[in-house]
């Protein structure tokens, strides 16, 4: 005697996700822009503005020789390393300086008209990421990221998550030492190092999965 039964038909993609879910498996998306929002200043947003500081045309502009800082609400942690940099134009005589945790005046004097790139120490554990002044500056392409102890830009994952994928301006880009970025433990955290520094308008998503 021949006995035949029915079956449903198996939907891989769900089954393959219930499997995955009974065994922990956990796998998200992690932005890693600049710590600043907003640095190319393509509106009037997100930045606090002092004393003759304006924001327009996709700049900022300081157009007096009065002490002003313009600046954001974004932290950063007292001894962590940051590599800062911004495109300044200096419109007469003065200088600026970088202040990165609080309203402490830091690294290198900024005086002549280049993009300034340096990597500072956080002043404190604050809120506070901007420029001081007493010149006549346009600003432009603000950028904030965090550094490892060789100062090479790094993107940090959350505790718990180890890399899978790492998306950059939309592209899949490769990992290995000689491509596009390295996968680094520490023995705590994964970090994602990348081998060309992003810029202020690099997009960055890492694909994470539970470690």
């Known amino acids: 005697m021949t006995v035949y039964t029915e079956k449903p038909a198996v939907n891989l993609r ?24 907003n640095g ?11 004393t003759d500081w304006s924001i327009s045309g996709g700049v900022a502009n300081h157009t007096t020789t009065s002490s002003a800082a313009i600046y954001q609400t974004q932290s950063v942690e007292l001894g962590k ?3 800062v940099s911004v495109d300044i134009t200096f419109n007469g005589a003065g200088t ?4 990165l945790g609080n309203t402490t ?8 008209t280049q993009t300034n790139t340096q990597v500072l120490t956080a002043a404190a554990t604050g809120a506070y990421i901007g420029i001081f002044t007493n010149a006549n500056i346009t600003i432009d392409n603000i950028s904030v990221f965090e550094v490892d ?14 890399p899978k994928d790492v998306f950059e301006d939309g592209l899949l880009q490769r990992e290995g030492a000689a491509h596009d970025y390295e996968v680094v433990y520490d023995g705590f955290d994964y970090y994602v190092k990348p081998t060309v520094a992003p810029s202020a308008i690099t997009q960055t998503c890492v694909i994470g999965v539970k470690a």
Do not use: C
Not at 26 to 31: I, L, R, S, T
Not at 40 to 50: E, L, M, P, S, V
Not at 105 to 112: A, C, D, I, P, R
Not at 150 to 162: F, Q
């Open 40 to 50: 190319t200043f393509d509106a009037d947003t997100n930045w606090i503005k002092g």
């Open 96 to 99: 600026a300086y970088w202040r």
């Open 149 to 162: 102890a060789n100062d090479d830009v790094i993107h940090t994952m959350p505790k718990g998550w180890k």
């Open 14 to 37: 769900e089954e393959l996700a219930s499997l995955r879910n009974q065994g922990g498996y956990q796998e998200q998306q992690f932005y890693f822009d600049s710590l600043v929002t």
């Open 81 to 83: 390393r940051y590599q």
């Open 105 to 112: 005046n830091l690294g290198t004097v900024m005086s002549t």
